[in-house]
């Protein structure tokens, strides 16, 4: 089973900039779909990202498309997600998750579709 450990979390301002790593470790994650959900303080768990494990395309929550963007890096076991234009509701404990799947990235936007779990990344904004 693979291990993913999320960090680059912190708190920033409103309009700032932030990348988040996810880094793998026990398996490979070159075969996987690679997501970022995200959970505010009392809302559900939701999707923001996901990409192929080709990296051939991705895709994005309304809320967060145009502002962030998931890359992968096979070689270094490792998916990010670069954040701009940070609005105080993007603050949510942020989640690495990887699910197995051929299909496209837009078709990953299910918890329940995910098996393997980071601990999560707190990131705050600050008005």
């Known amino acids: 089973q693979v291990e993913l450990v999320e960090s680059g979390g912190g708190l920033v301002q409103a309009g700032d900039s932030l990348r988040l790593s996810c880094a793998a470790s026990?398996?490979?994650?070159?075969?996987?779909?690679m997501g970022w959900f995200r959970q505010a303080p009392g809302k559900e768990r939701e999707f923001v990202a996901a990409?192929?494990?080709?990296?051939?395309?991705?895709y994005y929550a309304d809320s967060v498309k145009g502002r962030f963007s998931i890359t992968r890096d096979n070689k270094k076991n490792t998916v990010y997600l670069q954040m701009s234009s940070l609005k105080p509701e993007d603050t949510a404990v942020y989640y690495c998750a990887a699910a197995t799947g051929l299909g496209p990235a837009a078709a990953y936007t299910r918890e329940s579709q995910y098996d393997n779990w980071g601990q999560g990344t707190q990131v705050t904004v600050s008005s």
């Open positions: 026990g398996r490979s994650i070159g075969s996987r779909i």
């Open positions: 990409i192929r494990w080709n990296a051939d395309n991705s």
